[in-house]
């Protein structure tokens, strides 16, 4: 099996930012909305998690590193599930939904019992789950630390594919987006250039609203800006 170093195509003496550098520019060629599989993104994902955690030369990868007492599936009924007895992980805690596995179930973004539905259908995985933010990480670097494909583009405040609606919790907007009022007082935000301040439930993907999707930028539009950059 590669080792992380390998998976990442850096020294096993890299840098922190060495390591950094590389698992940025990577996960953005691997990503799903980039022509990347999931397996590949997860790896890339579990090698930069190995390293950070303090990976030394011969270990072994757990096909599972990905998951850790950071993220989970809320469960019906409460959402402790089964790391209940683990100490609190640093950062505000962000429950998320796919939009599209919403959309298909017929539940709107403005039902009251929406995140509870999601509990009690089991939709786990990437559809329904949780993980912490920590200081300093946009919701979309924490999303991806924690192994989950969200879309992207431009990761830059410009496009919009990275959407999501706020349902619960604060998540103030930098000033630069291009964000209608409309849009924004709704409660969307962009997930690369903003981050929640207090625990929050998040609707992802909603590139899918139609009063989003009128403001898409093709990701192909800046395929060449991350090739070259
Ligand atoms: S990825 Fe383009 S606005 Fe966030």
Redesign the pocket.
Known sequence: MASPYEILGVDPDADEDEVSDAYRELVKEVHPDQGGSTEEFRAVQRAYERIQSGYEPGEEISPAGATTARTGRPTAGGDAGEKDEQPEPEGVKVEFLDYEAMESRGWQLTDDDLFEKAADDELGGETHGYFYVEENETLLEAAEDEGYAWP???????????AVAIVDGEMPSPASHILPKELHDRGIR????AAPTTDARIVYNVKHLPAIRDLLLPASRFEQTSSTD
Do not use: D, V
Request: include cysteine; proline fraction near 0%.
């Open positions: 992207f583009a431009c990761r830059g405040g410009a496009c919009t594919n990275c962009l997930s690369c250039i």
